[in-house]
């Protein structure tokens, strides 16, 4: 997070309202100068761990949040997002019934500042030459990725302020690793003014 004290009390709830609870919650703020500490406070004691100090960019937030992790799989929710209902009792389910499977993606929604649905997106599932020939289709907090490989491929670019979700995926994919996709909607993207991948919504 950084100045979306406007929205981030929806993201931590959309955490905190989900019907599975075997989850570490960690909050990276980047000094915010708005409302956003005064929220992370107000759920502080339903937070696992919680910061607020000048960062090099998302990349570094990211690296350090899921360096605090002692789960088997990870994944990220931007501040001004949500998670949508039920969300991570669908994921754990998959899991547990591929338990082979290291790396899984869902569906995302698009939608308004006034909560209005503007887009549903379905990704495909993976297909080898789809993916030697064209992009991944994979949208950022819609990927669930074990920490095996998080921590084996190296973590995020901290020298990348955009792709860097992309670049993941494409170390992934080169190492040898293939997604599931998991057919429901998982992510809610909030397309904003501010919001750094409204252009594509």
Same mark, same amino acid.
């Given at each position: 997070?950084?100045?979306?004290?406007?929205?981030i009390?929806d993201?931590?709830?959309?955490?905190?309202?989900?019907?599975?609870?075997n989850?570490?919650?960690?909050v990276?703020?980047?000094k915010?100068?708005?409302?956003?500490?005064?929220?992370?406070?107000?759920?502080?004691?339903?937070?696992?761990?919680?910061?607020?100090?000048?960062?090099? %960019?998302q990349?570094?937030? #990211?690296? /350090?949040?899921?360096?605090r992790?002692? @789960?088997? =799989?990870?994944?990220? $929710? +931007?501040?001004?997002d949500?998670?949508?209902?039920?969300?991570?009792?669908?994921?754990?389910?998959e899991?547990?019934k591929?338990?082979?499977v290291?790396?899984?993606?869902?569906?995302?929604?698009?939608f308004?500042?006034?909560?209005?649905?503007?887009k549903?997106v379905?990704?495909?599932?993976?297909?080898r030459?789809?993916f030697?020939?064209?992009?991944?289709?994979?949208? %950022?907090?819609?990927s669930i #990725?074990s /920490?095996?490989i998080?921590?084996?491929? @190296?973590? =995020?670019?901290e020298? $990348? +302020?955009?792709?860097?979700d992309?670049?993941?995926?494409?170390r992934?994919k080169?190492a040898?690793?293939?997604?599931?996709?998991?057919?429901?909607?998982?992510?809610?993207?909030?397309?904003?003014e501010d919001s750094?991948t409204s252009?594509a919504?």
């Amino acid at each position: 997070n950084y100045n979306h004290g406007i929205f981030i009390e929806d993201a931590i709830k959309s955490v905190l309202n989900q019907s599975f609870k075997n989850y570490e919650l960690f909050v990276v703020d980047a000094k915010s100068t708005d409302n956003s500490v005064e929220v992370i406070k107000k759920y502080e004691c339903k937070i696992d761990w919680w910061v607020s100090e000048v960062d090099t %960019g998302q990349s570094n937030a #990211f690296n /350090k949040g899921f360096s605090r992790a002692n @789960g088997k =799989f990870l994944l990220w $929710l +931007n501040a001004d997002d949500i998670l949508l209902p039920n969300s991570l009792k669908k994921a754990a389910d998959e899991i547990e019934k591929n338990k082979s499977v290291e790396w899984f993606v869902a569906n995302t929604i698009s939608f308004d500042v006034n909560g209005l649905i503007t887009k549903c997106v379905n990704g495909p599932s993976w297909h080898r030459f789809l993916f030697k020939n064209a992009p991944i289709t994979v949208y %950022g907090p819609t990927s669930i #990725f074990s /920490k095996k490989i998080f921590d084996e491929l @190296g973590c =995020f670019d901290e020298s $990348l +302020n955009y792709c860097m979700d992309t670049d993941l995926w494409y170390r992934f994919k080169n190492a040898g690793y293939c997604f599931k996709r998991i057919h429901f909607y998982f992510w809610g993207l909030r397309v904003h003014e501010d919001s750094k991948t409204s252009h594509a919504f």
